[in-house]
């Protein structure tokens, strides 16, 4: 099985010399130089005087709450981020998280940690309506768990590729925990601004049908998925619960209908697109403005950004939610600090005032979709697989 290392600043160097290239290719040189023009002074001055002072020169207990608990690492890197989310253009931002950085990237750390090749069997999987890859244990053998997994990034961000090292982590933690043959279905969709909705919830239907036909029971399937993805998630279910309300919306796919999956795990959901609710914080690395404009994006012309089928923190049916959700319920993971936790909140308030199984856990001090990053930022074991372990905990208590 495979757990690499944390992240170094040596693979830091080395990711950028993997993006560089992909970057005059695919934005052009004058872009990409104009680009790292203007992070030049935030990179030279102002982020290592903001780091110095609020780490070493601010009291202790004014510090952010995710300040106080962070290393030296992991803060530096959330600023750049920070930086990043709000002031470098998607189309840029999408080639950090693109197949041809994120592909070599890993095979230099799997190198690195002394595999020449993936402990772990994976292969891509793509059929007309959709494509993802498959990472499974044994792949002559029928799962007894399956993840169908959608990646975040704001629909406009964001690969399977990228999430490839936390998957194949996840794999290993599910098959330590007990399950013989654990699987994994990540979901490659098309970003905006190549497609809006409902072609995003089109290949999340085709994809599940596609894992609800290789795994056979439904019961041992967990949907799930971070942010955006999480977003897709959660509109897949009410998709399955109630097709003959919104045929309108959909184009041809997902007019028959497919069994529930068992479960369905969610790591900060982007629940509801656009809300006053979503505010910036000085803890989180997500920029709400940006969020807003990436969901309008999705939403494109055909379709309101408000509507439940697509922003499903805004369904306020009782029923449809009580039909939509697994039967093993819900688990939501989300940080306290993160710009989403309001919203977050709300849903899960409306489950459990309204007898919808769910189940979910708040980091203190945490920030948006910290089980993904803290695997590759966090220095010790145990802290890298502290979000990944209670995910693992909660789908084996739910499917045995």
Known sequence: MMILGPVSYLDCVVFCAFLTPQLIIHVGLLETVFVVLRCLPFLLFKLPLKFIYERYIVAYDKRTSFVQKASLFEDFVIRCVRYAFKNIPPKVGRVFFSKPVALPFLKFRMLR?????????????????????????????????????????????????????????????????????????????????????????????????????????????????????????????????????????????????LAKPGMAVLISPWVTLVSDKHQNTTSDYLDAGNLHRYAR???????????????????????????????????????????????VKGLVRFFEDNGV???????????????????FLSTSLGDRQKGLKSLVEEIRDNIC
């Open 113 to 257: 940690h002394g595999h020449l090749r993936s402990p772990v069997h994976w292969h891509e999987y793509s059929d007309k309506r959709f494509k993802g890859i498959w990472i499974v244990k044994d792949p002559m053998s029928k799962p007894d768990i399956c993840v169908f997994y959608a990646h975040g990034g704001g629909f406009s961000m964001g690969s399977a590729y990228f999430y490839l090292e936390f998957l194949l982590t996840w794999l290993s933690l599910l098959s330590d925990s007990g399950y013989q043959n654990p699987a994994i279905f990540a979901l490659e969709y098309t970003l905006v601004p190549d497609a809006s909705f409902p072609t995003q919830l089109e290949e999340a239907i085709a994809g599940y049908e596609h894992v609800l036909s290789t795994v056979r029971d439904p019961s041992r399937i967990c949907v799930s998925g971070d942010s955006a993805g999480a977003t897709i998630v959660l509109s897949l279910l009410l998709h399955l619960a109630n097709i003959s309300r919104h045929l309108e919306k959909m184009d041809s796919t997902g007019t028959w209908r």
């Open 297 to 343: 994006q999705y939403a494109g012309d055909k379709v309101s950004v408000d509507d439940p089928l697509l922003s499903p923190g805004n369904c306020r049916d009782v029923s449809w939610w009580k039909s939509a959700a697994p039967s093993n319920g819900i688990f939501v993971a989300y940080g306290a600090e993160e710009v989403f936790a309001p919203e």
């Open 357 to 375: 199984k769910v189940h979910s856990r708040e980091e203190k001090g945490g920030i948006h979709a910290w089980p993904v990053a803290c695997l």
